[in-house]
């Protein structure tokens, strides 16, 4: 099936929002083989709406449709697709019958505006929206299908998922694409590349090797669409294994933070954290995880050279004499804050984020990170050159992997300790 | 000037990355009074391509292209261009010149997948890149102007500032729009359009008012290309003081943490926290701005009853009978904060954020908020019904606000106690 892609909205022209609902219509198409061929973006514009409609129409069997469905005089998708497929805009039965039983449910008074959204295009079939007021509709135009969404995220998911990828599965039928994803850390995506090139050089050319380098995370995407190569799959993934076994967080969607508070969970294990140039962002990316509270009960942050003192028994005399960025300070932040948490595991962390507050001897980017539990404390110097809050999401993901790497038993030298200055 | 923009990438189509490029582009165009009229995204296809770059050309001044100059096999942009304006592919030995400097600043060796990069367009013109391996190009398509630029954000951001936005200055003369943005938060959208319609009925036509609203930050857009119309925005914006005074935290692009440590700075104030519920990612927003430090030098995040206890003085009998989010517990921990850093302003939360450990009377939501100074410690419990990560978010936004409203002397109630229970 050849799908194409229409983008509807002043908000998406001007920059004033980014578009995100592409990404996840793709996303939901993948797994069905199918791909997404061209993808238009057009303001508010019933001309340009109309011209939209007919040239991507023309090439295709299924159009998706996005946005353009409000309330609101800027809303013109219905009446484009009508003036695309020469047909009137009548008031459609079924849509007034959602309307109204959606504005039952949340009890507000059906106005003139709503009822704008039920005025449809002639002869076209209604797509449930099971969340908002708008309903999706959809209509042949030439040989293409095309189907109108709504451009509240939420929505097109409930519809995509609900409603019509069902339908596109009976109609045009699904591919057999398999997808499988590896999240990983601490490793990059040129020196991954060359590390698989090296273990799998007869590397087949129905699977595809895919990357996506998020900030701090490395997603490893392998995606065939051949039934056959499915078994070749489960097979490179075998020998992937001694490449990415140290830097996996998880398969599929997942994150750093999820991946530790789950292993600590798995080992009944307590974390605390000792936060100085990270700020809290350590303690912030766990406990967004639900059920954090369960490994998680204390976090200290020690921005001042008093507080470290006051709160987590820092000496004085070292931190006169190494300073805060320093591995005696480190070492005995973590121990501070093992002892007040009486958590097993301690990161601590110290450095300069920058842009100010660098030395020629500490420059910005200089930063002591400390971890382990109490009888088995380490620390290491590194020196990341980031930007200030990419910096302090770096060193946060560094500080979490520690903790991963201690309680997975990972013995080798994390790739990124290279930055030692 | 009517503009075109092209994407190429298939990690543009399957989802893998998200468009923010097209985003940023209109930004920097809009002062100048360019908008954009069509934005299509296409997967690295050279027929593809070489088709929407005629269909692109043919009804506007100038299209810009962003993606597809890299070192790699995919990258077609180069290929399509000559293609579609019927020229050859030569080496250019300006762009070689580039490659070459480029090179010897980071000590790397030219290698042959780089050398592709400077082969282009025969006729084209170089637009440099002042970052990046990859120069960029222009080249008439008809009475078109195609520039080429790539796909990694800070390259384009310093060909569009340094290069391309000054060359189209002289080429097609610059608009004169005004674009006044305001951050605000703590008012809705339909709630502040309802207040603005109020406030100032006869809103001239010729100034758009526009609204961007993000999860917990409103942005407020009054955009004119009437230079008579300058004056009106003045007077308009004067008009809105009385509507918008008491939520707006800045103009330009600004977030509530920024304006926040600034007003901390300004008044020579430091502030600490006791986070629960919140879990660091109050202290994780302030420390991300540069000059924290100033105004910030202990948090304390104290998920467990004992570590509220041990570490913030919260009596156990109150924890017991009270509960850990009680308005007791977040006043002796906005205390107990202040005490242990000696700051002049805290903020305690207590709450939770779920989607587990709620109760019949304290349901997921739940959240008490303490703030203020040592003889001025206030508390509000309000119910908000978000999922975590947006709970905690908001939360934490209504942390920080309590506080800029206390130092801006903003007595009256803030929308958001409507939430209380």
Chains 1, 2 share one sequence.
Not at 204 to 225: E, I, Y
Request: net charge negative; hydrophobic share 45%.
């Amino acid at each position: 099936m050849i799908l194409n892609l229409l983008l509807t909205g002043n908000e998406l022209m001007t920059g004033d929002i980014v578009d995100s609902n592409s990404a996840m219509i793709a996303r939901y198409l993948a797994p069905h083989g199918w791909s997404i061929k061209k993808k238009l973006t057009v303001g508010d514009d019933l001309h340009q709406l109309i011209d939209a409609l007919r040239w991507l129409a023309s090439d295709c069997d299924a159009l998706l449709v996005n946005g353009g469905l409000g309330p609101t005089v800027d809303d013109l998708t219905a009446q484009a697709l009508a003036a695309a497929c020469d047909v009137a805009l009548v008031e459609q039965p079924d849509a007034l019958e959602h309307l109204t039983q959606w504005c039952a449910r949340l009890g507000i008074v059906l106005n003139a505006a709503n009822r704008k959204q039920t005025i449809l295009p002639e002869g076209c079939k209604l797509v449930a929206n099971p969340i908002g007021s708008a309903v999706g509709f959809s209509m042949q135009l030439g040989r293409c299908l095309v189907v109108c969404t709504p451009g509240v995220p939420r929505e097109l998911d409930a519809m995509l998922t609900q409603e019509i990828i069902p339908a596109w599965h009976t109609q045009f039928g699904a591919g057999e694409m398999l997808v499988q994803r590896f999240a990983l850390f601490g490793i990059g995506e040129s020196s991954l590349q060359q590390q698989i090139s090296e273990a799998i050089p007869d590397w087949p050319t129905d699977v595809d090797l895919g990357f996506r380098a998020g900030f701090s995370q490395l997603d490893l995407k392998l995606t065939t669409t051949n039934p056959v190569a499915r078994a070749k799959c489960t097979e490179l993934i075998q020998r992937l294994q001694p490449v990415i076994k140290d830097f996996v967080i998880g398969e599929g969607e997942t994150s750093l933070a999820a991946h530790l508070v789950q292993l600590l969970q798995e080992n009944n294990k307590q974390i605390t954290l000792a936060e100085s140039c990270t700020g809290g962002s350590i303690a912030a990316a766990l406990t967004q995880i639900p059920g954090a509270s369960k490994v998680f009960s204390a976090g200290f942050i020690t921005y001042s050279n008093a507080i470290k003192h006051s709160v987590l028994d820092v000496d004085n005399a070292v931190l006169n004499s190494a300073g805060a960025v320093s591995e005696p300070v480190v070492l005995q932040m973590a121990k501070g804050a093992l002892q007040r948490s009486g958590a097993d595991y301690a990161v601590a962390v110290s450095g300069i984020a920058g842009p100010d507050g660098g030395t020629e001897e500490k420059p910005v980017g200089t930063v002591w990170i400390a971890w382990g539990s109490i009888d088995n404390l380490r620390a290491q110097q590194m020196h990341i050159r980031f930007p200030r809050e990419l910096f302090q999401q770096y060193v946060s993901c560094i500080g979490m992997d520690l903790i991963r790497r201690e309680l997975r038993g990972i013995t080798a030298t994390p790739p990124y300790f290279r930055y030692r200055k």
